[in-house]
């Protein structure tokens, strides 16, 4: 199983020592080129207008865009999950359009609302996920054939699937709970085995 | 009831994370601010003279004015840093009510106390410390800095002391790594910092929280520089609106972080910049109007 970590700009390193833990090694991707032969790719945390720009610039929008739609696994997280948007409450950035979303950047506020919770995760029925929310965008349209896995208490969605997409308001790279990695290479391992699982 | 944490270290050091591969850039006008997020900077650091006129002007330079650093806060979406005066904390406390998204204790202000630093773990706003070396960014981090920058001095253009610092920071740490555990006790005494500390600095291999490069950087081969000597991203100060082409300059930097390893693309982004910052070579300034020296 070959993954990549879009690696223009935020915390990529963070996506790729978790994967790490997890066995697999990933690739470093900046250039279109980097992402053939990957079966899934994560758009990491970071800014995102400078994730869209510089996505434009190096012509990374086309071929992630088919990515998704050859069925391999996307997963954005907080920045990476504004860019998996299909639209967003500001004019800029510019979203790859992949997810059939809405999403409001800076949902809850400047850096010092920035939080960490405690949040059960459908997929996950065991204990808890510590979701660490930073300058994070919230999700306010959830289209058809979208699944909600994990919402805060008010009941805003902050984690969805949408077949071999996912998105995430919040960084599982910043802990150390390899769950949503594992579910993210688990989806990838089945979207290689046929899509539409 | 779910307990929700706020201005926890995590959500600090965090937020650094995210800043991670990018560009932050020193703007005084809401205008540039824009000009720098429509280049793909990260962040802006807001602040009424870049270090360069300070440098000129001389005087003591302070906190910049509220209505300013609200200005630019209300013209971008990105995160807006701003500075207070090393050991300031009424004026961390005011950028904090601003709305800030990160302070920078910073030695390129005026220092307000010449023997303690902000005691940063009171506040919910993150902040961001200068270093030369790694003892000097380890006691930072105790008094809670959530992310580090090497110095590097301000205002000049001129990359030497800003590479000086980062080889400085990555020695020291290299060092760490193949000293033997017994010599660990006097290496904290000689560094001034927590046994605690330092071991951590070991056991990861790298400053435990992000460490910009900064002051001295005009180029976007400058800035490559410093990330393919372990930055992870750059501060640019005046290296971009005392240059000829603000804008254009701004954006190839900002290529030139993302793509620091391929000489390449930083040679097509380096075409027809225009005028770099005139900038003053380190070695002519006086010793008491060197700005790195100003804290430790």
Redesign the interface.
């Given at each position: 199983m070959k993954i990549g970590v879009l690696?223009?700009?935020?915390?990529?390193?963070?996506h790729i020592a978790l994967l790490s833990k997890l066995g697999v090694i990933s690739r470093q991707v900046?250039l279109p080129e980097q992402l053939e032969g990957l079966d899934g790719l994560i758009i990491p945390?970071?800014?995102s207008?400078?994730l869209s720009?510089?996505m434009s610039?190096y012509h990374l929008r086309q071929p992630v865009a088919q990515m998704a739609q050859r069925h391999k696994t996307v997963w954005g997280t907080?920045?990476g999950m504004i860019m998996m948007a299909h639209e967003i409450t500001?004019e800029?950035p510019i979203p790859l359009q992949l997810m059939d979303i809405g999403v409001q950047?800076?949902a809850f506020?400047?850096?010092?609302?920035?939080?960490?919770?405690?949040l059960d995760i459908a997929e996950f029925n065991t204990t808890p996920f510590h979701a660490?929310?930073?300058?994070a965008p919230v999700i306010i349209r959830v289209g058809e054939g979208v699944k909600v896995l994990a919402e805060l208490?008010d009941g805003r969605p902050v984690a969805v699937r949408q077949g071999n997409l996912l998105a995430t308001s919040f960084?599982p790279e910043?802990t150390r709970d390899t769950r949503f990695h594992q579910y993210f290479l688990d989806l990838t391992a089945n979207q290689a085995n046929g899509p539409g699982q | 009831m779910v307990d929700v944490l706020t201005g926890t270290f995590t959500v600090k050091a965090g937020h650094a994370q995210m800043l991670k591969g990018g560009v932050i850039m020193d703007v005084v006008t809401a205008e540039q601010a824009q000009i720098a997020e429509e280049a793909g900077a990260v962040a802006v650091m807001a602040l009424e003279r870049v270090p360069a006129d300070i440098r000129a002007d001389g005087g003591v330079a302070r906190m910049s004015d509220p209505t300013m650093i609200l200005q630019i806060i209300d013209s971008v979406s990105i995160p807006v840093m701003a500075k207070c005066r090393i050991g300031h904390f009424v004026e961390a406390q005011v950028l904090e009510s601003l709305g800030v998204d990160y302070v920078d204790e910073s030695e390129v202000l005026t220092p307000a106390d010449e023997t303690h630093h902000v005691w940063k773990h009171d506040f919910k706003v993150p902040f961001v410390c200068g270093c030369r070396d790694l003892g000097e960014a380890l006691r930072r981090i105790s008094e809670g800095a959530a992310m580090i920058r090497t110095k590097g001095e301000a205002g000049t253009g001129d990359i030497v002391e800003a590479v000086r610092h980062m080889r400085a920071v990555q020695d020291a740490i290299r060092k760490l790594q193949t000293m033997p555990e017994d010599e660990l006790v006097v290496e904290a005494r000689n560094l001034a910092v927590s046994l605690e500390l330092l071991t951590k600095t070991r056991e990861l291999g790298r400053m435990p929280v992000v460490n910009f490069a900064a002051g001295g950087i005009a180029t976007p081969a400058d800035a490559a520089l410093m990330m393919q000597l372990g930055a992870d991203g750059v501060f640019v100060g005046s290296g971009i609106f005392k240059s000829g082409n603000p804008a254009t300059r701004a954006h190839a930097i900002v290529q030139a972080v993302t793509h620091y390893n391929n000489p390449e693309i930083i040679a097509e982004v380096s075409k027809n910049l225009g005028e770099a910052m005139v900038g003053i070579s380190t070695r002519s300034i006086p010793q008491d109007q060197l700005l790195a020296p100003r804290s430790s």
């Amino acid at each position: 199983m070959k993954i990549g970590v879009l690696a223009i700009q935020g915390d990529f390193i963070e996506h790729i020592a978790l994967l790490s833990k997890l066995g697999v090694i990933s690739r470093q991707v900046r250039l279109p080129e980097q992402l053939e032969g990957l079966d899934g790719l994560i758009i990491p945390g970071g800014e995102s207008t400078t994730l869209s720009r510089l996505m434009s610039m190096y012509h990374l929008r086309q071929p992630v865009a088919q990515m998704a739609q050859r069925h391999k696994t996307v997963w954005g997280t907080c920045a990476g999950m504004i860019m998996m948007a299909h639209e967003i409450t500001e004019e800029d950035p510019i979203p790859l359009q992949l997810m059939d979303i809405g999403v409001q950047r800076n949902a809850f506020g400047r850096q010092i609302d920035s939080f960490e919770q405690d949040l059960d995760i459908a997929e996950f029925n065991t204990t808890p996920f510590h979701a660490i929310f930073i300058r994070a965008p919230v999700i306010i349209r959830v289209g058809e054939g979208v699944k909600v896995l994990a919402e805060l208490p008010d009941g805003r969605p902050v984690a969805v699937r949408q077949g071999n997409l996912l998105a995430t308001s919040f960084h599982p790279e910043l802990t150390r709970d390899t769950r949503f990695h594992q579910y993210f290479l688990d989806l990838t391992a089945n979207q290689a085995n046929g899509p539409g699982q | 009831m779910v307990d929700v944490l706020t201005g926890t270290f995590t959500v600090k050091a965090g937020h650094a994370q995210m800043l991670k591969g990018g560009v932050i850039m020193d703007v005084v006008t809401a205008e540039q601010a824009q000009i720098a997020e429509e280049a793909g900077a990260v962040a802006v650091m807001a602040l009424e003279r870049v270090p360069a006129d300070i440098r000129a002007d001389g005087g003591v330079a302070r906190m910049s004015d509220p209505t300013m650093i609200l200005q630019i806060i209300d013209s971008v979406s990105i995160p807006v840093m701003a500075k207070c005066r090393i050991g300031h904390f009424v004026e961390a406390q005011v950028l904090e009510s601003l709305g800030v998204d990160y302070v920078d204790e910073s030695e390129v202000l005026t220092p307000a106390d010449e023997t303690h630093h902000v005691w940063k773990h009171d506040f919910k706003v993150p902040f961001v410390c200068g270093c030369r070396d790694l003892g000097e960014a380890l006691r930072r981090i105790s008094e809670g800095a959530a992310m580090i920058r090497t110095k590097g001095e301000a205002g000049t253009g001129d990359i030497v002391e800003a590479v000086r610092h980062m080889r400085a920071v990555q020695d020291a740490i290299r060092k760490l790594q193949t000293m033997p555990e017994d010599e660990l006790v006097v290496e904290a005494r000689n560094l001034a910092v927590s046994l605690e500390l330092l071991t951590k600095t070991r056991e990861l291999g790298r400053m435990p929280v992000v460490n910009f490069a900064a002051g001295g950087i005009a180029t976007p081969a400058d800035a490559a520089l410093m990330m393919q000597l372990g930055a992870d991203g750059v501060f640019v100060g005046s290296g971009i609106f005392k240059s000829g082409n603000p804008a254009t300059r701004a954006h190839a930097i900002v290529q030139a972080v993302t793509h620091y390893n391929n000489p390449e693309i930083i040679a097509e982004v380096s075409k027809n910049l225009g005028e770099a910052m005139v900038g003053i070579s380190t070695r002519s300034i006086p010793q008491d109007q060197l700005l790195a020296p100003r804290s430790s």
